[in-house]
């Protein structure tokens, strides 16, 4: 009996201090820490989208994949040449160098979302999953921005 007081009065302290996670940041076991996921709705009939998040590892890692129920899912970056827009798959997957973030953002690299079964609503949650060359597979929840959005807490862009 004296045991189980003992263990109560240890593990509900540290419960009261356990902070939640929020859909804005989400840092599982393995130490990687995603913030902000976010994805751009789309318009009808598109088949193709991007989401977006900032990764900060604590070792070297490399986020080498992705999969989402909405779509087929890919890391790929964007770049220009000139002006031609260039989208590539990332086969050999994207650096996570120990203790910087590296931001997925539009203009840059991102999750590619293709053959999209439905388009991606402003407002709905999909769910992705990121996998990484060391560290164990992370599951998401990411929020859709409106159309035309830079960034998770934006509005349309003029």
Known sequence: MRRLVLAVGLFVPFCLHAQPQTAATVEPASGVRAEQPWARATAPRQTVGGAYVTLTSPVDDRLVGASSPVGRAEVHEMTMDGQVMRMREQKNGVALPAGKPVALAPGGYHIMLMDLQK????????????????????????????????????????
């Open 119 to 158: 388009p991606l609503v402003a407002g709905q949650v999909i769910a992705i999953q990121l996998r990484f060359q060391h560290a164990p597979p992370m599951d998401l929840e990411v929020k859709v921005a409106p159309i035309g959005a830079q960034g998770p807490n934006m509005e349309h862009a003029h």
